[in-house]
């Protein structure tokens, strides 16, 4: 059974940093591109950032400089650090997994067959 599990959200002023993590079990994970999405109430989901199978980063405009994004091969877990957190990024944050693809292939959530349950972010100002 494929698996991701997600955890580290919480509470936290602007300006502040949070650590989430994922852990992936029952697929062969370096063939995976793997990614994190937000969604905010009454807005559609949208990739936060990715780390694709072949080793390539992507970051929404709205975090760059700010997250990071990282892949454990051993451990099988992709973490994003946040920093300087805005209460804009508040919402919920799912990892989730999609078999290699092609370079070029549009991180619209739709393209990613795997989600875990969620990790809830809440920055206040």
């Known amino acids: 059974e494929v698996q991701l599990v997600e955890s580290g959200g919480g509470s936290v002023q602007a300006g502040g940093s949070l650590r989430l993590s994922c852990r992936a079990s029952?697929?062969?994970?370096?063939?995976?591109?793997m990614a994190w999405f937000r969604q905010a109430p009454g807005n559609e989901c949208r990739m936060v950032a990715a780390?694709?199978?072949?080793?390539?980063?992507y970051y929404d405009n709205a975090v760059k400089g700010r997250f990071t994004i990282s892949r454990d091969s051993a451990k099988n877990t992709v973490d994003l650090q946040m920093d300087s957190l805005k209460p804009e990024d508040s919402g919920m944050y799912y990892c989730?997994?999609?078999?290699?693809?092609?370079?070029?292939?549009?991180?619209?959530?739709?393209?990613?067959?795997?989600w875990g349950q969620g990790t809830e972010v809440t920055v206040s100002s």
């Open positions: 029952g697929l062969r994970f370096a063939g995976y591109d």
């Open positions: 780390f694709e199978a072949n080793g390539d980063t």
């Open positions: 989730a997994a999609r078999e290699q693809v092609a370079t070029g292939t549009s991180f619209y959530w739709l393209t990613f067959g795997t």
